[in-house]
């Protein structure tokens, strides 16, 4: 029975041409368009039923039962977990997937998505996480966006021998531009709360503290709508960069 199932799938024209498409190099979205399906998931679907399943590694399909079973990977089960979860169901687009979760629409999951340190990656038709420090989108200065330096300024302001010197201190300083600008003006505009998306799953960890820096905790995190986790993350980053550690940070945060 069996057999006759393979025999069967492999002399089925379209998984035919479907499989000679990938081997050429042509894509799942491609492919889908040439068939007159809306999205990949659709020709999934087909390929699935003939017994078909998608190899990530060899960006082909392939007979269900030639698939080596794939590694266990930890599953994020936050509520940006529960998105991309939904997202790799064959019949789900982001707009229903917006509707269950109880979004507005899927604009607005998409800018939770971000906020969140997921990016959307069209070859998968899905949110992909990211890791490092999320980059706040910061909107230009209209008086900069407008300006346009005369020829002459330009020409002037190419920097001389004795500038050059400097730049290295410069760049250092551009670097830690935040830090020195919240020890300058402590609690001002600039002392923002950074963001950071770390590689991994999140799992309960038990510490003791004093009563009266608990309340503290518990204090700002309701009043800047911010998690304790994401409170600790951050001081915990920060000392390590500023006491000894800043080279595993840097590898943490994947910083080149």
């Known amino acids: ?6 025999q069967d799938a492999h002399q089925d024209d379209r998984v035919q041409e479907i499989l ?3 081997a050429k190099g042509e894509t799942r979205e491609a492919l889908a368009e040439h068939f007159g399906y809306k999205t990949y998931k659709s020709l999934d679907i087909y390929m699935r039923r003939k017994g078909f399943s998608w190899d990530r590694r060899d960006q082909t399909y392939k007979w269900a039962q030639e698939l080596e079973p794939l590694p266990y990977e930890p599953r994020d089960r936050t509520k940006a977990g529960q998105v991309t979860l939904l997202l790799e169901q064959e019949d789900n687009d982001v707009r229903q ?3 269950q979760l109880q979004f507005a629409d899927h604009l607005e999951m998409a800018q939770y998505m971000k906020g969140r340190g997921y990016e959307w990656h069209d070859d ?3 949110y992909v996480k990211q ?9 230009l200065d209209p008086l900069e966006e407008d300006y346009s330096p005369p020829l002459q300024e330009q020409n002037d302001a190419q920097p001389t021998e004795k500038l050059e010197q400097y730049l290295p201190l410069l760049a250092l300083l ?3 531009k935040e830090r020195l600008l919240d020890l300058v003006v402590p609690g001002g505009e600039t002392a923002k709360l950074p963001r950071y998306v770390l590689p991994g799953v999140a799992t309960t960890k038990t510490i003791q503290m004093v009563t009266s820096l608990k309340d503290v905790v518990e204090a700002y995190s309701q009043e800047n709508n911010i998690t304790q986790r994401e409170m600790f993350e951050v001081a915990l980053i920060e000392f390590f960069e500023r006491y000894g550690y800043q080279h595993q940070v840097e590898n943490l945060l994947h910083r080149r």
Request: glycine share 12%.
């Open 1 to 6: 029975m069996e057999n006759e199932k393979y």
């Open 20 to 22: 000679r498409g990938l």
């Open 97 to 99: 997937v917006a509707q």
């Open 124 to 126: 998968k038709g899905n």
């Open 131 to 139: 890791v490092g420090k999320i980059e706040p989108d910061l909107p």
């Open 174 to 176: 551009e670097k830690h």
